[in-house]
């Protein structure tokens, strides 16, 4: 049984404590996109976790990590993280790394920090991880796959290849120092003794497992709204968000994907550049902010203080839509304990006109946001475990973002720990 949890708006929506929630009965947990640029946030017995390329399921025992062929690989962070686990006590996890997945070289974060650099004021607000040269790479073929590094001579004649192209830009664009087929090369080898332990053919490791009837957890990153189809974009990351192509980057039939846990945050909040219609400022925002998520609304993986705001049923639906969503998991509700009244977006102005779908980059542009407004519960609901005893006002909430959405609010989590989550 095939299970993917993935983000229904602009991700940091709660998937790490989701995924690693219903870990607990998932033998195989696969990363099938995305790379170190984005992170999850995990809380349980050994710590606080800040994970970007290992998949949530590192800290059981009981559970297999892959790294499947759609992720962009970056080992050397790969290898940092193991490291912190397990300096944190988490025994040796067991992990393996796709040999169909490519790597992302050093020259594809500096690309990206260059690029950053020439766009200046128009960037696109890049972690700089090298996410979007690795896969614009990747699709025009001068990527390097795990598997090319058992064959050094072709690895030779492709590293003077990419060189030569490299430089051009470099040389002209950039003005930046060059770089050698050599150094590339060291690289690779060097990449080569880190990772060779966990490689293998994960996508016939998966078929086996599915035959047997294991549990797979598909963990997506980001969510749907920066998948570069669907998305916003040109604000979007560059792999595709969505659980549908969670077959592709695991390497497994879609008709496996039975259940698609879509992960929605009570209150909206953004990264980087890019449309945000229900963005709140000020105090306002300043105060959410501070008081979201576990410890303040800040980038896992960049520290940068998240843009916020009320929660918006437009995007949601569609992000929810998008995804193929089979049941929502609603997070971080209780953070919101504070407010005598909650504002909702239920839909776009756009052109003088009121909808409820949501439209392209060019008309989301447009969109003003049209708000309702909800009573608070002005209390704190952490340790509820039954949905019955939320308060009523709360219930409300619930019940009135479910009806604008259109998918069923199966899971309700009251506070970052694995333990803070009601069924429905
Ligand atoms: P992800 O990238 O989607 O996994 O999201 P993040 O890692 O940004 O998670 C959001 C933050 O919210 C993390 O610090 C979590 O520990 C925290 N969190 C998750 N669920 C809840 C919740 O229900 N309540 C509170 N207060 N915090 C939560």
Redesign the pocket.
Known sequence: MVKAVV?ANW???????ITDMLARETDIIVRFQGGAN??????NNYGKFALHTLPSGVFYDHTTSIIGNGVALDIPVLFKEVQSIREKGVPMPKLLVSDRAQMVMSYHKNFDAYEEERLGGKSFGSTKSGIAPFYSDKYAKIGFQVSELYDEELLKEKVERVAAQKNVLLEHLYHKPLITPEELFDELMEYKKMIEPFVCDTALFLHNAIKEGKNILLEGQLGSLKDPDHGIYPMVTSSSTLAGFGAVGAGIPPYEIQEIVT?CKAYSSAVGAGVFVSEIFGEEADELRRRG???GEFG?TTGRARRMGWFDCVASKYGCRMQGTTGVAF?????LGYLDEIPVCTGYEIDGEVTTEFPTTRLLKQAKPVFETLQGWKCDIRGIREYEKLPKNCRRYIEFIEEKIGFPIMMI????GRE?IIYR
């Open positions: 983000g991700g940091d929506e709660g998937k790490g404590k984005a992170g999850h946030t995990i809380i992960v998520g576990d410890g896992a997070t971080v509700l209780d953070v989590s009251n506070g970052p803070d």
